[in-house]
T-cell receptor, first 111, second 113 residues
């Protein structure tokens, strides 16, 4: 089976930097994705790491260490609109390339 | 970028009736689509994988006779909740894509009364 662990809630100040960690266990691994979901909305894709290292996309960066079964999402220059839930997800590539999601981290950005 | 359209966005139905949810890939062909269910403040749980031209693959614990999936073309998958009950009330989301970059539909909020 597969399992992912991420903090349930994080609070950070506007303009600051926040890191959301994700550890996983899986029998098959192709990559780690991150999705953002605002209340009542659908998830939107943020990043995907298939190889070890850091991927940067604007204010967001994502890191993966396959040997440690660990990744994180880094959000810089936090804005109020970044308040949302963030999900890490494993792309297992098993059969039909389905995603398995973590339970999500609710990020609250405060002034 | 890839766009996935999902309809309806909200539906309220009476207990015992059936509801059909459509998921369309607008600018790409999707041989595989995924259907998720999300309860309030919880994660997305994969219900089934929809395969074009063949039977869907259901996750353990998901009743295939209750949640009928049809993927008749490369751009359309439908999920029909049959004989809906209040416990089926949830947020249903479809997605399509590959290699970890999945596009999600806007979701359907189903309320069974």
């Amino acid at each position: 089976g597969q399992s992912l662990e991420q903090p349930s809630e994080v609070t950070a100040v506007e303009g600051a930097i926040v890191q959301i960690n994700c550890t996983y266990q899986t029998s098959g691994f192709y990559g780690l994705s991150w999705y953002q979901q605002h209340d009542g909305g659908a998830p939107t894709f943020l990043s995907y790491n298939a190889l070890d290292g850091l991927e940067e996309t604007g204010r967001f960066s994502s890191f993966l260490s396959r040997s440690d079964s660990y990744g994180y999402l880094l959000l810089q220059e936090l804005q109020m609109k970044d308040s949302a839930s963030y999900f890490c997800a494993i792309y297992s590539g098993a059969g039909s390339y389905q995603l398995t999601f973590g339970k999500g981290t609710k990020l609250s950005v405060i002034p | 970028g890839a766009v996935v359209s999902q309809h309806p966005s909200r539906v309220i139905c009476k207990s015992g009736t059936s509801v059909k949810i459509e998921c369309r890939s607008l600018d790409f062909q999707a041989t595989t689509m995924f259907w998720y269910r999300q309860f309030p403040k919880q994660s997305l749980m994969l219900m089934a994988t929809s395969n074009e031209g063949s039977k869907a693959t259901y996750e353990q614990g998901v009743e295939k006779d209750k949640f009928l999936i049809n993927h008749a073309s490369l751009t359309l998958s439908t999920l029909t909740v049959t004989s809906a009950h209040p416990e089926d009330s949830s947020f249903y989301i479809c997605s399509a894509g590959d290699s970890g970059d999945y596009t999600f539909g806007s979701g359907t909020r189903l309320t069974v009364v």
